[in-house]
């Protein structure tokens, strides 16, 4: 219990000090946003005359000082804490954006809060109000700052310096899916390989070059700081990531530890007897030859279990098709595997092969090899046996090479016995792969085979049947590279806190670019990804779909995750506007967050195929009211906003 009590103390003062860290963040936003000069306000409605620009890209006019309301409807593009009225094209020219929603005339049951025409939607104009009379944000602890006339008490914990002592630690372990851990597990894969090919060809005695000299080295220091770095990652456990020190080195002892003892005592021992002794071979220098050569010998054979690392090697090819997000890729990647565990088989094979006739030879038997191959290189004997080993596995010709004992003709036909459901099991898996592959792309050639059969029968003219095909096709595999979550069915196994966190990865960062929503992200975690879960609906829009028209209800704030939309006022009149909105740039219809009578009076289009973050009024307000300090600060902007 005091453990548990222990933990959840450490969590609540992390949660604080996060808090005041947000606390520059409330101070730019409420200062440099909400009190800044209008035409540097983010989010504010600018009180404009129902003028625009005349084009030309060096007018700087101002708008007269007589103005009606009205508001762009189109937020234009900013950085994180301010923006300006005006929107930079790529040709240099600089315009304003003078697009206007009309509201509908505020119902005598509104908010007396608002200066002007505009009504808060209920839950801001509830919580400004708690806000305007002065009720303390639930925030505890002894220090406080004032923000405008907003002061909110910070919590501040005596032992915050405990917290940050654990946030540092906490940096020191590394995530296991982080890109410099799969990175170094990559590279530890290639060692494993390099291994497996390198240790088994030591029987045939081939000459130590300084690559190879090289080699050992690299690998022998990689395994060996890869036991610090196991120690400075966390691990999974039943579906959770475990980021505890004494918990990682825990399950350290309980699997790799023993492994690594094991192959890296030994590769230390032969490293470090060579240095000293490097004539511990040579019979004629010094007299101990016949030992030296007995000692190297144990200490290669022990080094042997290097091969344990194979072991490893599952965990690597998990790590590679957890990054493979496409199942031809996927599939191409499974046939390579089951081509590499053909070819690694025959060669373990050829290399046992060699080192029981060169036994035999050396105690007098007959073997294979006294046919003449002692006096070859090292590299045709290896090249023949490894031709004998892989005719065991297919019916092509063999080499002229039989069993001379017993022994060998043993070895031979347990080779045949398992070449016979080893080929098998790695022909089948190559041909089920290559089965699902052709099902893949069989359904959509037939669907285009049907489109251009129908196209000529209903005698279409060339050019626009072309233009079909092209736009069909370009449709087609755009849809194929997006996926919903509802589409992908083992995702609904998930618990309410990771999906949370997996709608958040996928939302956020396209809503980030509104300020609010970046202060959020660093003030209050949990209530972003209430939001990304509940608030945010995904919208796919093909090339030229209407997503609202003028005098339409507004129903949500957009922001473009892909593609180009485009949004037109006064269409088909001389005071026709257009502007064009790439991922990115802007957000539309932000003041549908804050008032529920409004109207648009433009057309949003999509220019290209395009995928939409759409952020719900209702749903919004629901959650950001269940945080009351977010509650607050959001009211205040609300209000700022109307003003």
């Not at 982080?178 to 170094?184: D, L, M």
């Not at 043993?410 to 898996?429: D, E, K």
């Not at 990804?529 to 609202?548: H, I, M, N, P, S």
Request: hydrophobic share 45%; glycine share 4%.
């Amino acid at each position: 219990m005091r453990h548990l009590l222990a933990e959840h103390r450490l969590s609540l003062e992390t949660k604080l000090l996060e808090l005041q860290e947000g606390q520059r963040y409330i101070t730019e936003l409420l200062t440099v946003n909400l009190n800044g000069d209008s035409s540097a306000r983010t989010g504010k409605i600018h009180k404009v005359v129902s003028w625009e620009t005349s084009g030309d890209k060096d007018s700087d006019v101002a708008p007269p000082e007589t103005a009606t309301v009205e508001d762009t409807e189109l937020t234009e593009g900013r950085n994180k804490h301010a923006c300006n009225s005006v929107l930079e094209h790529s040709d240099g020219s600089l315009h304003e954006p003078s697009m206007a929603l009309r509201v509908k005339p505020k119902p005598k049951r509104a908010s007396s809060l608002q200066g002007n025409d505009f009504a808060l939607r209920e839950v801001w104009a509830k919580h400004y109000s708690k806000f305007s009379n002065k009720e303390k944000v639930p925030f505890s602890g002894q220090t406080s700052e004032t923000m405008g006339s907003h002061t909110i008490k910070l919590a501040l914990s005596p032992s915050m310096e405990n917290v940050n002592k654990a946030k540092n630690s906490k940096g020191l372990i590394a995530y296991p899916a982080s890109k410099h851990r799969v990175a170094w597990d990559l590279f530890g894969g290639l060692l494993i390989l390099y291994d497996l090919f390198m240790i088994p060809l030591k029987v045939f005695e081939y000459p130590d070059t300084l690559f190879t000299d090289a080699m050992d080295w690299m690998t022998l220091l990689f395994w060996t700081l890869n036991v610090a770095a196991t120690l400075t990652v966390g691990f999974t456990r039943r579906g959770e990531t475990v980021m505890a020190p004494r918990e990682i080195f825990k399950n350290y002892l309980r699997t790799w530890c023993i492994v690594d003892v094991i192959t890296l005592v030994p590769d230390w021992a032969f490293t470090l007897v060579r240095i000293a002794t490097p004539n511990l071979e040579d019979a004629s220098s010094g007299g101990l030859g016949e030992e030296g050569v007995r000692l190297l010998r144990i200490l290669r054979l022990a080094r042997t279990a290097r091969l344990l690392r194979l072991l490893k090697l599952q965990k690597v090819m998990e790590k590679i098709s957890d990054y493979l997000d496409s199942e031809v890729a996927s599939i191409m990647a499974n046939i390579a595997k089951m081509i590499l565990l053909l070819l690694a088989l025959n060669h373990l094979i050829a290399c046992v092969w060699y080192a029981l006739s060169i036994a035999f030879h050396d105690a007098g038997v007959p073997a294979w090899v006294d046919s003449g191959m002692l006096t070859e290189p090292w590299d045709i004997r290896y090249v023949t046996s490894f031709h004998w080993s892989i005719t065991q596995f297919t019916p092509a010709s063999k080499p002229q090479i039989h069993p001379a004992n017993i022994v060998e003709q043993t070895f031979a036909i347990f080779v045949v016995v398992f070449a016979l459901v080893g080929f098998s099991y790695v022909v089948g898996s190559i041909l089920g792969s290559l089965a699902q592959l052709r099902s893949m792309t069989e359904q959509s050639a037939k669907d285009f085979w049907m489109m251009r059969r129908f196209l000529r029968r209903n005698q279409v003219p060339m050019e626009l049947a072309s233009r079909i095909q092209r736009f069909v096709e370009h449709a087609h595999s755009q849809q194929q590279k997006k996926m919903s979550i509802q589409e992908v069915k083992v995702l609904s196994l998930l618990s309410g806190g990771l999906m949370e966190e997996l709608q958040c990865a996928m939302n956020m960062p396209h809503m980030m670019l509104h300020p609010l929503f970046a202060f959020l992200n660093n003030f209050s975690v949990i209530t972003v990804q209430r939001l990304a879960k509940e608030a945010v609906q995904r919208f796919q829009l093909a090339r030229g779909d209407t997503q609202f028209l003028p005098n339409q209800e507004g129903s949500y704030l957009y922001f473009i995750a892909s593609g180009r939309m485009q949004y037109v006022r006064d269409a088909d009149t001389p005071n026709e506007r257009v502007e064009v909105v790439d991922k990115g740039e802007d957000w539309i219809g932000e003041p549908v967050i804050w008032t529920p009578f409004w109207i648009h009076v433009g057309q949003l289009t999509a220019v290209s195929e395009c995928d939409l973050c759409a952020v719900a009024p209702k749903a919004f307000g629901d959650i950001v009211a269940l945080v009351r300090p977010v509650a607050a600060i959001v009211a205040r902007y609300s209000q700022k906003f109307m003003l």
